[in-house]
T-cell receptor
Framework: DTEVTQTPKHLVMGMTNKKSLKCEQH?????MYWYKQKAKKPPELMFV???????INESVPSRFSPECPNSSLLNLHLHALQPEDSALYLC????????????????FGNGTRLTVT | AQTVTQSQPEMSVQEAETVTLSCTYD???????LFWYKQPPSRQMILVIR??????QNATENRFSVNFQKAAKSFSLKISDSQLGDAAMYFC???????????FGKGMKLTVNP
C-alpha cells in the first residue's frame, strides 16, 4: 500500500459548523503533515507530526485543531472557520521523523476541497 | 531564510518535444535537498525527481532529468519526449537537511499540445 488516503474529497461547511478531515497511510511512515493550498498557489505548511507528536505548528489559528491518534491516522478538526479558509487541504507523510538527517520525499494524498459558506 | 524562485508562471510544449523548467534558490546551508513535484488536475502532489546537494551527479528518472548548478543555485528540470500526461503544475521545492519543512516555489503551469 503506497497511498495516502484523504476523506472526504469535498466538504462544504458553514461558519458555525464543526467538521473533521481525515488522513490515513499504511506505509509505516512516522511523519505526517497538513498543508493548505489556495488556487494557483504552492502548498503552505500547517502542522507536522513526528512519531505521533506535534513537532511543527506554523502559527495556525486555533480554529484548526490537528490530532494524530496513531501512526497511521491524522485528523484535522475544524470549528468556526471563515470563508477565507476555503482551500484544498493536503495531507502528506514521509518515512522519517524530524530528527533524521535524511530528507525523505513527501507522499501526498489527493486532498480535501473545503468550501466555507 | 531559504527562498525558491520559479520565474516562469506558464510554459507550453509540443508533444514529443523537450522542455526545461527553471528554478533558482537561495540558501546559506550546505546540507539540503531539492525536489520537483508535479500536481495534475487530480490534485495529488507527485514527486518527479530529487537531488541531494552533496551529489555532483545530476539526478535522472526516465524522461526527467535535472541540471543542478550548485554554485549558481540553479535546479532546472528537463522533460524529454513530452507526453500529454505531463501537463500539470510543477513545483520546485527546497528541503534543509534534518528539517521536515519544505519551501516551495510559486509553481509553473505546463501545457502539452498534441
Amino acid at each position: 500500500d503506497t497511498e495516502v488516503t484523504q476523506t472526504p474529497k469535498h466538504l462544504v461547511m458553514g461558519m458555525t459548523n464543526k467538521k473533521s478531515l481525515k488522513c490515513e497511510q499504511h506505509m509505516g511512515h512516522r511523519a505526517m503533515y497538513w498543508y493548505k493550498q489556495k488556487a494557483k498557489k504552492p502548498p503552505e505548511l500547517m502542522f507536522v507530526y513526528s512519531y505521533e507528536k506535534l513537532s511543527i505548528n506554523e502559527s495556525v489559528p486555533s480554529r484548526f485543531s490537528p490530532e494524530c491518534p496513531n501512526s497511521s491516522l491524522l485528523n484535522l478538526h475544524l470549528h468556526a472557520l471563515q470563508p477565507e479558509d476555503s482551500a484544498l487541504y493536503l495531507c502528506a507523510s514521509s518515512p522519517k521523523g524530524v530528527r533524521s538527517s535524511y530528507n525523505s520525499p513527501l507522499h501526498f494524498g489527493n486532498g480535501t476541497r473545503l468550501t466555507v459558506t | 531564510a531559504q527562498t525558491v524562485t520559479q520565474s516562469q508562471p506558464e510554459m507550453s510544449v509540443q508533444e514529443a518535444e523537450t522542455v526545461t523548467l527553471s528554478c533558482t534558490y537561495d540558501t546559506s546551508e550546505s546540507d539540503y535537498y531539492l525536489f520537483w513535484y508535479k500536481q495534475p488536475p487530480s490534485r495529488q502532489m507527485i514527486l518527479v525527481i530529487r537531488q541531494e546537494a552533496y551529489k555532483q551527479q545530476n539526478a535522472t528518472e526516465n524522461r526527467f532529468s535535472v541540471n543542478f548548478q550548485k554554485a549558481a543555485k540553479s535546479f532546472s528540470l528537463k522533460i524529454s519526449d513530452s507526453q500529454l500526461g505531463d501537463a500539470a503544475m510543477y513545483f520546485c521545492a527546497f528541503g534543509q537537511g534534518g528539517s521536515e519543512k519544505l519551501v516551495f516555489g510559486k509553481g509553473m503551469k505546463l501545457t502539452v499540445n498534441p
